[in-house]
């Protein structure tokens, strides 16, 4: 595993966040917080904390979670 990372670090395996979309204008967009991850295959799921409410989005094994997320 260490040394995928370091693979990954050195090669600068990157990842762009998905565009933003505008939201209608009744809705609310709220910070969520990062509860924890685990890894799932090539990918890691990364679970937040929205008010109470538990949401997940899949990134690649080898990237970091977002500490925050807006959902």
């Known amino acids: 595993m260490l040394t995928l990372l370091a ?8 990842t762009t966040p998905a565009p ?5 204008s009744n809705e609310v967009a709220m910070m969520c ?3 924890g991850e685990y890894i799932s295959g090539m990918n890691k799921i990364c ?4 008010l109470g409410s538990d949401t ?4 690649g094994s080898v990237a970091l979670c977002p500490l925050t997320i807006n959902n």
């Open 33 to 35: 917080m990062k509860k």
């Open 47 to 50: 679970i937040y904390d929205c």
């Open 20 to 24: 933003m979309t505008k939201m209608p």
């Open 56 to 59: 997940a989005i899949t990134i």
């Open 7 to 14: 693979a990954a670090v050195v090669s600068g395996i990157t």
